[in-house]
């Protein structure tokens, strides 16, 4: 029995080869978008699950008001953690853990590279699961001066990885240069995981960051401070221990204080960490955590292949009942010979899970094939091996019965009742009307739309931000970060004077960003961006100034009391007549007034998703910065960054050298849309092809099972344009109904997309009206080449072979 | 072994019935070779399909083998179909897809008959009928002669006790016709095999041994 059912089955599957290629393609398509989303997904749910003390460790998080906002952070100060252990026995190890943000340069011999440091307590190793290859994990952070480094960093110095003992340095580190002793190495650890959200390239005592920065203060939130509870404790219980151990502790300088906001502490599973963002929406850059997602992109990728697949599945469906026509015949013979209705139904799911089978196994080489791709896209490092993984195995195998469920339950079922007197006897016509097949297709061709609609959109909105006019010009200027603790001024002036005079190279500005910070103004106190510059500054961006004057150097007092703001600052400020006005920055500028020497006509410092906020400028060449922004000739930028690189060796020996195009640095502030805007068009391009396919495979079998009559139309005089235009009208009237529904769905999901952008081009109605006039043209294309075809044929022969 | 008793067959029409059958009482005996006969229209396939358990009747009581057919479940009728039907239909109505020995093949399939026996049992056929060259072929590859001579091969190849043939010999000439009719006649003297024919000839008629006649439905 089930040897005929495989014979039968193949013999099907070549006489219509063509549907079985067509249905095999799209749902391996299908299948291979759901498991690169699944495989996503795995992923994102694997962060940090490798700790062994999983489920009992825990970050402390800290709500706080800011500006009458709360806000929830995965931070604490440095003094909560060992407050809280000492007097609480249901932690049984905590960790302070500095940086994720925190980049410094480490030198060994003549070779430094700029590593992710990280400050943690030494019981690190105790609190999370980070295996040491050399070393002891126990006593590797307890003197001041010892390091671990992972294992690429040992090779990358050292080129092997048993180095204990090694020395390293850093030259302009602060706490580095107290100590006055180079560093140890005593440990090398393993490469933290991808799926790790706590990631660098070698560990510092916390002592070490204490050197230069020591902090008691009960009221900041910064770095991260993990605890190991005991399995036993209940996590509502310790929280309520911390909050009054906390405001007990901080009284004192709560009083000192009164403007600081009331701190309250929380809880954080590590595993929730990573896609748990609602919780702490704010990743403090210092808190240790990296690479935080949100649930939302897996989700959406889930989404979007879903959709792709079930394309698939209704072109599978499609088809198989448009050609159940032939197949009537058989099941009603099958009925009179003695076959139940289950055993038909057996026959046929069989069949298609054949086929169903065969699209697995490509969809599966497909997803080998494509995995350097989808880690570039999605910026993953999932290497084949991870594939299978019993969890991924029972996506496959669900994925295999919703498709067997989804794409041929339906016609088998449908195709088990026809009877025997129906099917023998001509008494139905199982070609042309399908209805659920029409809903089916409007709703795939509605996808198809959207999914271009979203694409042409993503692609204006990407080409407005790389053509809007940001109010300064990025071309050709280069930003060199000088890290460290240096003489900034002396770094600046021997790039001025060793590039004077060198045509490749214009203005040489010293800049640095301070963040935002409060600034007072009339009275008021408002949040205002701060970056130093100095005269050139203006110039080389060319920047206009609206009021006023940019820095001199004929005016001596510019240096420390002259500052340029923009219009908004001047705007927000409420200030009408701006130049010779004074501002008072925070602390970090010397409590002291600055006096408004000009107004700089407003530019995008952020992103275009953020609106342009108030800004304050004082001078670099008092304050400082760490930033060389350099303006470079035209086609000369090869010789320019090889004699950038050779002067900075020059004036900073053993520092990293690291340049950056600013047209590079905006751009990678839209990192996430360009990859989604990446995902879908190629999301697209696959629904086109689906949808075509489908198209062509479903007009195709329509033509075929109309032979007869076209045959007889032709003679009867209907010219092939006649016949193509017949069969069209359904496919026509469908894809409409597909545009209308898309453009509406379109218009609600693009409007929400672009309100993320603070600017944004417009949705004009051309947007929907040629999305929708690209898939009816290829539909049209596609059904009336072969009408024509069909058209074409001989009449004759097409009747007398009926 | 068949028993109809006033068994009628109504499809709806505008508020009212448009009656196919009337009142059928119809009695066949094991062995007996019975013709249907009637102009087009009389409702002699329909008589044919609701013996054969293909259609229900809308009113009336038919006992097949002593069972009262209707109140069978499907599965129960399915059941009567692998082990004691066979139907030769006027268009051979073989499987295209599968050759000459699969389509004999097939109802023993579905009644579970081994391997072997399969084997030895198409076998038997296929020399009975001279195919045995054939049994690889397909049914397109067949005259209509020969399709027709599989498809009475498959109607007997389980072994059952009727079999119902809708104008078996309607597409064929006349030659091929008379093959096929001396073939009931065999399977009937010698297999004592009942057979219930619909036909349109007197000389296909004379082969059997009793003609039931309808007219519009109704028994003439």
Same mark, same amino acid.
Do not use: F, I, P
């Given at each position: 029995m089930f040897k005929t059912f495989l014979k039968i089955a193949a013999r099907q599957l070549w006489q219509g080869r063509l549907y079985a290629v067509i249905n095999v393609t799209g749902l391996a398509v299908g299948t291979a978008c759901m498991l690169f989303a699944a495989i996503y997904l795995t992923d994102e749910r694997s962060f940090d699950w490798f700790h062994d003390n999983n489920p009992n460790l825990y970050r402390i998080t800290s709500t706080y008001r800011e500006r009458g906002e709360l806000i929830a952070s995965g931070g604490t100060g440095q003094v909560q953690g060992p407050a809280f252990q000492a007097r609480m026995p249901e932690i049984t190890h905590y960790a302070r853990v500095m940086g994720g943000d925190i980049y410094g340069d480490v030198r060994h011999g003549h070779n430094a590279f700029k590593l992710q440091l990280l400050f943690v307590d030494s019981s690190f190793f105790k609190v999370f699961t980070f295996p040491l290859l050399h070393g002891d994990g126990r006593t590797a952070l307890q003197n001041v001066n010892s390091v671990v480094i992972t294992r690429r960093t040992a090779l990358k110095f050292f080129n092997r990885t048993d180095v204990v003992g090694e020395l390293l340095h850093m030259d302009a580190d602060p706490s580095a240069m107290r100590i006055g002793k180079p560093l140890v190495v005593t440990g090398i650890a393993e490469d933290p995981p991808a799926n790790s959200s706590v990631q660098f390239d070698i560990l510092f005592p916390f002592e070490f960051m204490k050197v230069s920065f020591d902090d008691t203060s009960w009221l900041n939130a910064y770095l991260g401070t993990f605890v190991v509870l005991r399995p036993n404790a209940d996590p509502g219980q310790v929280v309520r221990k911390f909050n009054r151990i906390a405001a007990a502790l901080s009284q004192t300088q709560r009083k000192d204080h009164p403007e600081a906001s009331v701190i309250t502490y929380g809880l954080q599973g590590m595993t929730d960490i990573h896609l748990n963002t609602q919780a702490i929406p704010n990743q403090n850059g210092e808190s240790g955590i990296v690479n935080t997602s949100r649930p939302v992109y897996a989700y959406i990728f889930i989404g979007i292949a879903g959709f792709i697949l079930l394309m698939a599945s209704i072109n599978f469906v499609n088809i198989h009942i448009a050609s159940s026509m032939k197949r009537a015949k058989e099941v009603g013979i099958r009925k009179a010979t003695g076959s139940s209705k289950g055993a038909i139904i057996v026959q046929f799911l069989g069949e298609s899970a054949i086929l169903v089978g065969i699209a697995m196994v490509l969809a599966i080489m497909l997803v080998i094939l494509l995995m350097p791709a989808f880690n570039q896209l999605s910026q993953k490092q999932i290497a $084949?091996?991870? $594939?299978?993984?019993p969890n991924l195995m029972g996506w496959l195998v669900f994925i295999f019965v919703t498709n067997i469920a989804c794409a041929a339950l339906y016609p088998a079922w449908l195709i088990s009742r026809l009877t025997p007197v129906e099917t023998l006897y001509s008494k139905i016509r199982l070609a042309g009307r399908n209805p659920a097949g029409n809903v089916l297709m409007v709703f795939q061709f509605a996808m198809a739309v959207l999914l271009g609609i979203a694409s042409v959109v993503f692609y204006r909105q990407m080409h407005f931000i790389r053509s809007k006019n940001l109010g300064y010009n990025p071309d050709q200027i280069v930003k060199i970060a000088i890290q460290g603790v240096r003489d900034v001024q002396q770094v600046h002036h021997r790039f001025q004077n060793e590039l004077a005079g060198d045509p490749a190279f214009g203005a040489i500005s010293l800049a640095g960003e301070f963040g935002n910070r409060d600034v007072v103004v009339k009275g008021q106190k408002l949040l205002a961006n701060v970056r130093t510059v100095d005269a050139d500054y203006l110039p080389m961006l060319e920047m206009k100034l609206t009021q006023g004057r940019n820095f001199s150097r004929a005016f001596a007092s510019d240096k420390t009391f002259g500052v340029l703001v923009n219009e908004a600052f001047v705007k927000k400020a409420g200030i009408s007549d701006p130049v010779g006005k004074t501002l008072m920055p925070d602390d970090y500028f010397g409590k002291q007034s600055f006096t408004i020497l000009g107004v700089v006509g407003d530019f995008h410092f952020n992103s275009l998703k953020e609106r342009i906020g108030p800004m304050i400028m004082p001078m670099s060449t008092h304050y400082g910065g760490g930033e060389l922004w350099v303006k470079i000739a035209q086609n000369r930028e090869h010789y320019a960054i090889s004699k950038l690189e050779s002067t900075f060796r020059k004036a900073l020996p053993g520092a990293v050298f690291e340049y950056t195009f600013l047209h590079d640095a905006n751009a990678s502030a839209y990192a996430t849309e360009l990859r989604w805007q990446q995902i879908v068009t190629i999301a697209t391009i696959v629904a086109v092809i689906i949808c075509g396919l489908g198209l062509f495979g479903l007009s195709h079998l329509a033509i075929a099972q109309r032979r007869r009559e076209t045959g007889i139309r032709v003679v009867l005089g209907a010219t092939g344009y006649d016949i193509a235009i017949g069969f069209s009208r359904n496919f026509v009237r469908i894809i409409f109904t597909a545009i209308l529904i898309a453009s509406i769905a379109g218009h609600y999901l693009m409007h929400s997309w672009l309100a993320h952008f603070a600017y944004h081009t417009g949705l004009p109605w051309w947007v929907y009206a040629g999305s929708g006039a690209m898939a009816l043209i290829l539909a049209l294309l596609t059904v009336f080449t072969q009408a024509l075809r069909a058209a074409m044929a001989d009449p004759v022969t097409v009747l007398r072979s009926e | 072994m068949i028993q109809l008793e006033k068994i009628s067959k109504y499809y709806p029409a505008g508020f009212g019935k448009t009656y196919v059958l009337r009142h059928i009482d119809l009695n066949i005996k094991e062995g007996e070779f019975i013709s249907i006969m009637g102009p087009s229209g009389s409702g002699k396939s329909t008589l044919l399909h609701i013996l054969g358990l293909l259609e229900e009747p809308s009113e009336g009581e038919y006992l097949f083998l002593d069972e009262p057919v209707q109140k069978l479940s499907e599965k129960k009728r399915t059941e009567l179909h692998r082990h004691h039907i066979g139907f030769v239909f006027q268009a051979y109505h073989l499987i295209d897809e599968l050759t000459v020995y699969e389509n004999i093949e097939t109802p023993l399939l579905y009644k579970g008959t081994s391997s072997s026996e399969r084997k030895s049992r198409v076998a038997e056929l296929l020399d009975r009928f001279n195919m045995v060259a054939k049994k690889d072929l397909f049914p397109h590859q067949l005259s209509g002669g020969q399709q027709q001579l599989v498809g009475v091969a498959r109607a007997i190849v389980h072994n059952p006790k009727v079999i119902f043939a809708d104008e078996p010999t309607g597409n064929l000439h006349s030659e091929q016709a008379i093959e096929i009719m001396e073939l009931f006649q065999k399977l009937n003297q010698e297999d004592k095999v009942t057979i219930v024919q619909v036909t349109h000839s007197e000389l296909n008629a004379g082969y059997g041994n009793r003609i039931v006649r309808l007219k519009d439905g109704w028994l003439a």
């Open positions: $084949l091996t991870q $594939l299978w993984s | -």
